[in-house]
């Protein structure tokens, strides 16, 4: 079984931080770092998130499902609630490959 890609995500699945990875904010993104680097593994390089990203990473709680986070996104930004769970996916799916989140069980 691999890795949760973009299709196989879906809204009601929820998800927790990695627990090999560190993250700091700097002005106003968020770097996530990870504690073991690999050699000429992509997933093992320091990400960046901008504001949006931050916004989903800090309610990537273990407690909310995917279309809980989507539905507060667009309350906050006033946005369409289809193209923020779009995004919410897409950077989750992009999260798991990193290994920087992980399924909650």
Request: charged fraction near 30%; proline fraction near 4%.
């Amino acid at each position: 079984m691999g890795l949760p890609t973009e299709s196989t995500i879906q809204l009601d699945d929820i998800y927790v931080h990695s627990d090999d990875k560190l993250s700091r904010g700097i002005d106003g993104d968020l770097i996530i770092i990870p504690m073991v680097v690999g050699i000429d593994n992509k997933e093992d390089e320091v990400y960046s998130l901008n504001e949006t990203g931050v916004a989903i990473w800090v309610r990537i709680d273990g407690v909310r499902t995917l279309r809980q986070i989507a539905g507060e996104l667009a309350d906050d930004y006033a946005a369409p609630v289809a193209v923020i769970e779009r995004d919410v996916i897409f950077l989750v799916s992009e999260l798991v490959r990193r290994k920087m989140v992980r399924p909650f069980s």
